[in-house]
């Protein structure tokens, strides 16, 4: 998922992979990364995203180069992780973390779901 986040994956087709039921893949899964399939790759769509705009991609651009099929739902999801919309996000100054080296930059700019 963390690489091929832009496709279109779904868990019966993750599941097969991994050999197990989709249902025992799910649990599976969130024991092991603390939420769900579906949360974890909205996760990594919406960190990517939060790259491309901050290196100027407008929100459509960004939503569907991450493989969002729905702009409403690419901004509720957005809006839901980072705490703010994605066009407030891409209008606001980003430099503090380019002098970063990019793996801190990484960890500091990584969106975290609250439960």
Same mark, same amino acid.
């Given at each position: ?14 599941? !097969?992979?991994?050999?197990? $039921?989709?249902?025992? +893949? @799910?649990?599976? =899964?969130?024991?092991?990364? /603390? &939420?769900? *399939?579906? #949360? ?24 569907? !180069?991450?493989?969002?099929? $729905?702009?409403?739902? +690419? @901004?509720?999801? =957005?809006?839901?992780?980072? /705490? &703010?919309? *994605?066009? #407030? ?27």
């Amino acid at each position: 998922m963390d690489r091929e986040y832009a496709r279109p994956l779904d868990v019966p087709t993750m599941a !097969a992979r991994a050999f197990m $039921s989709p249902a025992h +893949f @799910s649990r599976e =899964f969130k024991t092991a990364y /603390g &939420e769900t *399939p579906y #949360a974890y790759l909205m996760t990594r769509r919406i960190e990517r995203a939060m790259a491309l705009l901050r290196s100027g991609f407008t929100v459509t651009d960004a939503c569907t !180069a991450v493989g969002a099929t $729905s702009l409403g739902s +690419f @901004s509720s999801t =957005f809006t839901e992780i980072v /705490g &703010e919309a *994605p066009s #407030a996000y891409r209008a606001r100054p980003h430099d503090d973390t380019e002098a970063l080296p990019e793996c801190f930059a990484r960890v500091l700019t990584r969106p975290t779901r609250y439960a």
